[in-house]
């Protein structure tokens, strides 16, 4: 009974909140209205569309950032089942999580069904880290209203790091088994022109002991089977490398006396 009565008491206010939720809302549309016909002359004939896309574009964003972080494939699956046209490659492609792209975020946290279902979505196995800013740029000056010469380049930089880098450090061999079988390129640099090769070999000790896996440990066991993977899909020993002092990486491996390596 007394429950009863306390849900009685409750529904006035339920029904007091929604409808001053109703209230704020009829009030922020008549604002944006009046807004919209007092710079009418001054905004772009598709603005109208250009906000319901953005808006539509962030609430995919919110669901696809979510089902991402979480490594929820079947998720990110009928996420993507819902996204427009104009959204999909700009979700694939751009970056979404902590400036990475999706390929690069989900190989680093080793989600190997996320990355086995964007690379199904014709995901370049190879591309590497996006340009830092957002991917739909701002309307605030560099966005789609703004001047060309401000807007972000819709390319890639050189030399930054690619989903077989962040494969090779998180030593998901079945990951970058993934990838270079998707046609990720074995000689790609990162920003210190690394190779996957040479990030292995670093990870290994090959430099000398600072910063590389225990030996014997399990991590290290998974490293030297990644050593074997990029071998044999044709990595190149005789790269050189600015961090070995000009020397390739079979140069630096005897340098050190590495005689397992």
């Not at 964007?118 to 591309?127: F, Y």
């Given at each position: 009974v007394a429950i009863i009565s306390l849900l009685i008491l409750l529904i006035p206010l339920v029904h007091a909140l929604a409808a001053d939720e109703a209230a704020i809302k009829a009030e922020i549309e008549a604002v944006r209205k009046a807004t919209i016909a007092q710079y009418k002359d001054r905004l772009p004939d598709n603005f109208e569309n250009f906000v319901r896309d953005t808006g539509t574009r962030n609430y995919h964003q919110r669901a696809f950032n979510t089902a991402l972080t979480n490594g929820n494939a079947i998720a990110l699956a009928a996420v993507l089942k819902e996204f427009p046209e104009f959204t999909r490659a700009q979700f694939l492609n751009g970056p979404v999580v902590q400036g990475k792209s999706a390929l690069l975020y989900?190989?680093?946290?080793?989600?190997?069904?996320?990355?086995?279902?964007?690379?199904?979505?014709?995901?370049?196995?190879?591309?590497?880290?996006?340009?830092?800013?957002?991917?739909?740029?701002?309307?605030?000056?560099?966005?789609?209203?703004?001047?060309?010469?401000?807007?972000?380049?819709?390319?890639?930089?050189?030399?930054?790091?690619?989903?077989?880098?962040?494969?090779?450090?998180?030593?998901?061999?079945?990951?970058?088994?993934?990838?270079?079988?998707?046609?990720?390129?074995?000689?790609?640099?990162?920003?210190?022109?690394?190779?996957?090769?040479?990030t292995s070999l670093r990870m290994l000790g090959a430099n000398g002991n600072y910063g590389a896996l225990p030996v014997g440990s399990e991590p290290h066991e998974r490293q030297q089977q990644m050593l074997i993977l990029l071998l044999r899909q044709g990595a190149q020993v005789l790269t050189t490398n600015r961090y070995l002092a000009g020397r390739s990486l079979l140069e630096g491996v005897l340098w050190n006396r590495r005689d397992d390596l």
């Open positions: 989900a190989t680093e946290q080793g989600h190997l069904a996320v990355v086995e279902l964007l690379l199904a979505q014709k995901v370049g196995a190879d591309a590497p880290r996006p340009v830092s800013g957002p991917p739909f740029g701002s309307p605030f000056g560099s966005g789609p209203f703004g001047p060309s010469s401000m807007r972000y380049p819709p390319g890639y930089q050189e030399r930054r790091d690619t989903p077989l880098h962040a494969a090779v450090r998180a030593g998901r061999v079945d990951i970058a088994k993934l990838l270079l079988d998707a046609g990720a390129n074995v000689e790609a640099v990162d920003s210190q022109s690394a190779t996957a090769l040479y």
